[in-house]
């Protein structure tokens, strides 16, 4: 089993690598070709004049509806605002295949009706157990939070009314620590997410810190509380260990946020090395309040509560929007954008609260987190019928035995549905498990799919830094002294070789894909020229050297068919050693002719004869090119030309006609447009057009495929 397993591993790792690379080639096969030789009047000549003239004298709206024929083929994704989606995107473009709203629950369904009307199908993404849309973004940022903000609905809300289609997505990722998540899901998703326990979890990613500060000295502040949050900056950006962890700050009111911003910046002006350090770092300290956090994370949020006891000791139990209704979303928000830790700073203790009356949620929740972040998990209430109930297997046998071998052990390690069967706790460190045990229990049975049971768990638990080892029912229950034995050598080689097993929590697997540089492919329906320049001495009366005359037809027919008559009859005449091409010639080869039965056409406006071999299809898909004479554009067949102006269409797309001449003429080594280039492309253009190949657009200023239109339309 396991060599299945990890068989099957490297499968599911080859499959990701080749979609990834699949996905690189269609969005490669899809890339127009952008140049110095496009024409002005094609796409690409358009974009191309707009970049260098940096969009002078045209809008980007204009500039995005004028070449919305090659736009989502050289970006195939638009990361985009709906008030973006209004400013730049024409409702006359081509709708998108998918449009895709993240943080939904923030986004009031008037501004998303907009950008949902530019796509064919939609996907709405969003938490409606976080923020919803308020008047706060409608006053544009001028109303400050404390204020009383009307929540308004959502897109999520309206499409959950309407009964679209939904899943839920349980899985939690962004906590490293099971104790950064255990709050808001016990308290508002009744446990549902699916959280991974960590090697620590012994200890409390979530510490209380009470400042003594004094709220509202200064315009609804709390000075003290933003300079001690300044100070744990300072303290972490003088640490080379501290420092590798990314800083963000939450407030919950905007003055307090200024506060705390114009305070960091003097505290960056003294320290000029602090400065350059976070704005060298991969993501630098963010300042945010309850209003605009929701989105952002870091590896450790520092939460300014500000609200407390005034200079003379009085609290009035006032948390901003805390207290209004859905304060508990906000708090929801603000408490879980931490990664890896997250310290609270009060300026009261959370038993001060005890005796508060306020009715709302948001206030209340706000008091027992608090509780939570002084005291940990024994300070949590969970609500009734959100307790995760345990299921134990051979596990408690497996705990017991190693309990007999000396080793502290608890069984059944997390606090959601899923759970480390076995964790043994490390002789040399109380704090942490030294190995993770998963049998296949009840959390291997309750995964849906086999990737989730065999990678994405053990993946997830390895990302948090476990030692794992896996255990088969059926291999305890023969041998279960084997099982245990091999548990036991396998904590004592990590021991012994603690660096072989050590993880770096802040590393970030990726997958190293390298992809070969190509240019981009032009379309190219062109093959050579081959000219028939054999001669002959012809011999005897003309009757008896027809049938090398017959040879000669057939010949250049084969070489050179479909050709004009006017070629044919000065090739015939140049392979017989004839000086020009007179009647008795001309007689001779329609005499051949006939005789080996070929097929002609007549094409543009009927002046031209063109001659094919017997057996030839006219559904030509090239065109010749070179020869030791170029052909005039007149003796190049319309089943020939039109492939050289589909080469020339799809390269560039639609483009002016007098633009598509001169490139298809240059395709043929034709360097200028003459009256018989022109009048030939035109009758060309006119046949191809009645047969609904081609089609004129823009009110009939640029040519183009038909196929490109409807792929527009599309």
């Avoid at 298809?664 to 035109?682: P, S």
Wanted: glycine share 6%; aromatic share 8%.
């Amino acid at each position: 089993i396991k060599q299945n397993i990890e068989d099957y591993k490297a499968l599911i790792e080859k499959f990701k690598e080749l979609t990834i690379k699949e996905t690189a080639a269609i969005v490669s096969s899809r890339m127009p070709s952008i140049n110095e030789k496009s024409p002005e009047s094609s796409l690409q000549g358009i974009l191309n004049k707009a970049i260098k003239g940096k969009c002078r004298g045209k809008s980007i709206r204009q500039l995005f509806e004028e070449v919305s024929g090659i736009l989502t083929k050289i970006f195939p994704v638009f990361l985009m605002s709906p008030m973006s989606c209004a400013q730049y995107l024409s409702p006359k473009m081509p709708k998108f295949d998918i449009v895709i709203f993240d943080e939904a629950s923030q986004m009031p369904t008037s501004e998303a009706i907009g950008a949902i009307a530019r796509g064919k199908s939609l996907i709405v993404v969003g938490d409606s157990k976080q923020m919803p849309p308020t008047s706060f973004f409608q006053s544009k940022g001028l109303v400050d939070i404390d204020s009383n903000l009307d929540d308004l609905e959502s897109i999520l809300d309206d499409c959950d009314v309407i009964g679209m289609p939904s899943r839920c997505l349980s899985w939690h990722y962004r906590s490293k620590h099971e104790s950064l998540i255990r709050f808001s899901n016990a308290k508002f998703y009744g446990n549902n997410l699916v959280t991974f326990p960590s090697p620590n979890d012994m200890l409390n990613k979530v510490s209380f810190v009470n400042t003594k500060g004094i709220y509202g000295v200064k315009k609804a502040t709390n000075e003290i509380e933003a300079k001690a949050i300044v100070k744990e900056v300072a303290r972490r950006l003088k640490s080379p260990e501290l420092r590798e962890k990314s800083i963000g700050i939450v407030t919950f009111s905007s003055v307090q946020q200024e506060m705390v911003e114009d305070l960091l910046q003097d505290m960056f002006s003294k320290h000029k090395d602090l400065e350059l350090i976070n704005l060298q770092s991969k993501e630098p300290i963010i300042v945010k309040n309850l209003e605009n956090i929701q989105g952002d994370e870091r590896d450790v949020i520092l939460l300014s509560v500000c609200y407390g006891p005034d200079n003379k000791g009085k609290m009035y139990y006032r948390f901003g929007p805390i207290n209004n209704p859905g304060g508990e979303k906000r708090l929801n928000v603000a408490i879980s954008r931490a990664r890896y830790e997250m310290i609270v700073f009060a300026s009261f203790e959370p038993e001060l609260l005890n005796n508060m009356k306020s009715e709302s949620r948001g206030a209340q929740e706000l008091a027992n987190f608090l509780k939570y972040a002084k005291y940990g998990s024994d300070a949590l209430v969970v609500p009734n019928g959100s307790v995760i109930e345990s299921k134990v297997g051979i596990e408690k046998q497996i705990g017991e035995k190693l309990r007999e071998k000396g080793y502290k052990v608890n069984i059944d390690v997390g606090k959601s549905s899923f759970r480390v069967d076995v964790g043994i706790i490390n002789p040399d460190n109380e704090n942490e498990y030294i190995l993770g045990v998963l049998c296949d229990s009840y959390s291997y049975e309750s995964a849906l799919t086999s990737k989730d049971r065999n990678i994405v768990q053990p993946n997830a638990l390895d990302l948090l830094g476990w030692n794992i080892m896996r255990v088969w029912s059926f291999d305890y229950y023969d041998n279960p002294k084997q099982v245990i034995d091999d548990i036991c050598k396998k904590i004592e080689d990590i021991r012994q070789h603690p660096e072989e097993y050590k993880h770096s929590a802040l590393d970030n697997p990726q997958m190293n894909i390298e992809f070969e540089s190509k240019d981009i492919k032009q379309e190219n329906y062109s093959k050579p020229y081959i000219m028939y320049e054999k001669q002959y001495d012809i011999y005897g009366t003309r009757n008896e050297n027809m049938n090398v005359k017959l040879k000669i037809i057939e010949d250049i027919l084969n070489n050179e068919a479909p050709i004009s008559e006017e070629l044919l009859r000065n090739r015939f005449a140049n392979a017989i050693g004839a000086t020009r091409a007179g009647p008795s010639i001309q007689e001779d080869m329609f005499y051949c002719l006939r005789n080996l039965g070929v097929k002609k056409n007549t094409n543009y406006s009927q002046t031209k004869n063109f001659y094919w071999r017997k057996d030839q299809s006219s559904d030509l898909d090239y065109y010749r090119v070179g020869g030791e004479k170029p052909r005039a554009m007149d003796d190049v067949p319309k089943e020939e030309l039109i492939v050289a102006i589909k080469e020339v269409l799809l390269n560039n797309g639609p483009i002016f006609k007098e633009d598509l001449k001169r490139y298809v003429a240059l395709a043929f080594d034709i360097k200028a447009v003459g009256r018989k280039v022109d009048v030939t492309i035109d009758d060309c253009v006119q046949c191809y057009l009645s047969k609904n190949l081609l089609t004129m657009i823009d009110n009939d200023t640029r040519i183009a495929l038909v196929s490109q239109v409807q792929e527009k339309i599309k």
